[in-house]
């Protein structure tokens, strides 16, 4: 069945959120939109970068179960939905601030600069996505594609400490299912008890 969906309609439910927040933004009655439309697109970006992650632990986890091996053939999809909602997500904010001064004056803020710092990673990940770049960059392209732990941890800090860290129960429901994943992914591959050939 998953081999089946076309990349086309998969491209359609990833924009979904997207639209829906674009919509909400044409027939807002006041300008407090912009700020209401901050967080569900910092929260599906969170969101689909995670579940992008989530492929290789959960097709360790399910073997032979075609929905992660789908996921896994796909995550590309994700990972570049992700950054056009931080891209998103980023846009709204300065259009909120309206100012350079503001921006910079909100920069040495913790929850402010680490999400600038994960959607600078965001970038290069995103421009290499391209099967062109898989070629062009041969080995090194995965290399690369590990950053996005970085920009992980970054985003979970970024979104737990929203609001004097009133943003610390949502971060952690959306982040320890992830986490839980690649720890079992670590054990499995590096500290599992293997049995010794004789």
């Known amino acids: 069945m998953f081999s089946r969906v076309s990349p086309y309609w998969f491209w359609v439910l990833l924009s979904l959120p997207g ?3 674009l919509n909400s933004l044409i027939n807002a ?9 901050l967080h569900p697109t910092g929260e599906f970006a969170a969101r689909f970068m995670i579940i992008g992650m989530m492929a290789s632990p959960l097709a360790l986890v399910f073997k032979g179960w075609r929905g992660p091996r789908w996921l896994q053939k796909n995550r590309r999809y994700l990972g570049v939905a992700a950054f056009f909602y931080a891209l998103a997500h980023t846009v709204l904010y300065l259009i ?8 910079m004056a909100d920069l040495p803020r913790f929850y402010i600069w680490t999400g600038w710092i994960a959607f600078v ?3 290069p990940l995103a ?15 995965k290399t690369l594609q590990r950053t996005t732990y970085a920009a992980a941890v970054l985003t979970l800090l970024h979104w737990a400490a929203l609001h004097d860290w009133g943003g610390f129960a949502p971060a952690m429901v959306h ?4 986490g839980l994943l690649e720890a079992y992914r670590v054990w499995y591959w590096y500290l599992r008890p293997r049995s010794k050939v004789t």
Do not use: H, M
């Open 127 to 141: 421009v290499t996505s391209s099967d062109y770049f898989v070629r062009k960059l041969g080995r090194n392209w």
């Open 96 to 103: 909120d601030l309206g100012t350079v001064q503001k921006v």
């Open 29 to 37: 009655p006041d300008s407090k939109a912009i700020q209401e439309a």
């Open 175 to 178: 982040f320890v299912p992830l």
């Open 121 to 123: 990673i965001f970038v």
């Open 19 to 21: 639209l829906a927040v």
